[in-house]
């Protein structure tokens, strides 16, 4: 098992290449080049408006790209449709949010385990013997997951009546069904309290040696010094640091984007 | 007794016209609980009530067994139609199936050799009202299945959010083209057994007034549920009826006004399974929060008895 996860370490999941994306006259990500190794928890910073959420759009196929490719396992995704790239194996969970209104929780796992636990249209509609053990299997699945997230009695209530940190799990749970191998996480932590964002970390550390790689947007320097095994960090659509979380955090350049550069502070303290 | 004779022949066609309404509201509903507002339900139904109809005239078989021709003559309708409108955004698409609803009119009247053209085709058979009741039951079955199968949280995942949808690799798309084809089948079902009720088809049978049923219907019994469009048909159809005996000068005031009040009142429809769930959510809480409290009613609900 050790042996494998170093063997899958050393391979390249995702390739992301001189990928661009503009709104209008807005470069929201312009020649973007990054990887993702197999077996590792990924970690995207950047101050707000640098483009994170944009790269994300792009990977999971939520967007289309202007120019560059971003390779999965090989295969260059940045013409596919998004449920294309899922059924690749790239799922995703979102900034604000998005669970289905008026579903249950364990309708919204459900509806992520259909992409590999699906039958055909006239298996369920006959009733046939396969497409109702199908469905139990799809439910079964769905009620493991949503232990794996701690949500098994919230199973039968409204996803919108629960409240926000068990929403985003609700969230990671409907993303795992897709059974990926590729999980992006979108800001998972953003408007938690420090245990439930402790949780999450344990969480995705947990999947890591599951065999999942994990790509996570996060602004906490705290939970990305402590969570993720590399990282990138954005400012303006561009690459400004590459490396291990301390490397990145140390970096002038990442220092000068979010806590001002020394020029600023110099400045500062003249006014005073 | 005779009183209750005399009522049942007054209203039977009432009954016979209710359901033959609730395949059109379930032909609407298929195409809405993917997240698509389309009238084209009235043209799959004039190509199974033309189709069906003609096939009767020609084979002089009964028309139970011509059924099947005239629901897959509506899914093909259907399926190339979805191929045109699916590229459309959601307004447009609405307009573009009340355009198609002029254009069927027009191509009726020019195919006489299929319709009848203007003078209309007269059919010499009927459907007996039982045969009526059993379809609506096979279609209640197939609702049913397909609401609580893959397909049924695939099209509301489509609805609520089609980004979202598809990348949990439900292809949006794939999903609204399938509801498409299953509101042309069901249409061309409906367009037949209505031919069956009127024995009698012109250019004017199939047109807004149909559309103005099924939409209605829909929206009074629930858009989130197949149960919703089959009860807001019957009320739909029994209202004007109602009107007609109550206040015959109102008759078509009465309908307006209750699709509006409804609108208002009830923008979700008769039928809401949220509601019912955030209801029963509430209820179990309350019950929860009751047990918690007075151990003595903890107690009697673990004796298995109905404490308030």
């Known amino acids: ?272 | 007794m005779q009183p209750l004779v005399e009522f049942w022949r007054a209203y039977q066609s009432t009954v016979a016209f209710a359901i033959v309404n609730a395949f059109f509201a379930l032909s609407t509903y298929s195409v809405l609980s993917a997240g698509i507002l389309s009238f084209a339900t009235v043209t799959y139904a004039a190509m199974g009530g033309f189709v069906g109809a003609r096939l009767v005239l020609l084979t002089g078989l009964d028309p139970v067994f011509l059924l099947p021709a005239a629901m897959l003559a509506g899914a093909a309708l259907a399926y190339l139609v979805a191929l045109i409108f699916l590229r459309l955004d959601s307004h447009w698409m609405a307009l573009a199936s009340l355009a198609l609803i002029l254009i069927t009119r027009v191509v009726v009247i020019n195919v006489p050799s299929v319709t009848g053209g203007v003078n209309g085709l007269s059919l010499p058979v009927s459907i007996p009202l039982g045969v009526l009741v059993l379809l609506l039951l096979v279609a209640i079955v197939v609702y049913h299945r397909l609401s609580v199968s893959w397909y049924g949280i695939a099209t509301r995942a489509v609805r609520e959010d089609p980004a979202v949808a598809s990348s949990l690799g439900i292809a949006p798309r794939r999903i609204q083209t399938i509801a498409f084809a299953i509101s042309g089948a069901i249409g061309g079902i409906g367009g037949m057994l209505l031919a069956l009720a009127l024995q009698f088809l012109s250019p004017d049978t199939y047109f807004v007034n149909i559309a103005f049923t099924m939409i209605a219907g829909v929206v009074l019994g629930g858009s989130y549920h197949w149960v919703g469009a089959i009860i807001g048909a019957a009320v739909f159809t029994a209202l004007p009826v109602l009107a007609q005996a109550v206040i015959p000068d109102f008759q078509e005031v009465a309908n307006g006004v209750a699709l509006l009040l409804i609108m208002i009142f009830l923008p979700r429809g008769l039928v809401d399974p949220r509601a019912i769930r955030l209801r029963r959510a509430a209820r179990e809480g309350q019950g929860e929060a009751l047990a918690a409290a007075v151990p003595a009613v903890a107690a009697a609900r673990r004796a298995g008895g109905d404490a308030p």
Request: aromatic fraction near 4%.
């Open chain 1, 1 to 272: 098992m050790a042996a494998r996860a170093a063997a899958q370490a050393d391979t390249t999941l995702l390739q992301v290449e001189a990928i661009g994306k503009n709104f209008g006259g807005v470069a929201a990500v312009s020649g973007l080049s990054m990887t993702v190794r197999s077996g590792s928890v990924a970690g995207v910073m950047g101050p707000n408006g640098a483009g994170k959420t944009t790269l994300v759009n792009l990977i999971s196929g939520l967007l289309p790209s202007d120019s560059g490719t971003i390779r999965f396992g090989g295969t260059e995704i940045q013409r596919l449709a998004a449920h294309d790239i899922a059924a690749l194996g790239i799922a995703r969970t979102y900034q604000n949010v998005r669970l289905f209104s008026g579903m249950t929780v364990l309708e919204q796992v459900m509806a992520g385990c259909f992409l590999r636990r699906g039958t055909s249209l006239w298996a369920s509609f006959l009733g046939l013997p396969k497409a109702v053990a199908a469905r139990k299997a799809v439910e079964a699945h769905a009620m493991e997951l949503l232990e794996r997230v701690q949500l098994v009695r919230q199973a039968q209530l409204l996803a919108e009546t629960l409240s926000y940190g068990e929403q985003r799990r609700v969230e990671i749970a409907r993303a795992l069904g897709t059974g990926p191998r590729l999980l992006l996480l979108d800001e998972p932590t953003a408007g938690m309290n420090v245990q439930e964002s402790n949780e999450i970390g344990s969480l995705v550390h947990s999947l890591r040696d599951g065999g999942l790689t994990v790509l996570m947007v996060e602004h906490n320097v705290r939970l990305v010094k402590e969570f993720c095994d590399h990282v990138t960090v954005m400012n303006f659509g561009r690459l400004l640091a590459d490396g291990t979380p301390a490397e990145c955090i140390a970096h002038p350049d990442v220092q000068a984007a979010y806590f001002g550069n020394t020029a600023d502070a110099d400045r500062i303290r003249a006014l005073r």
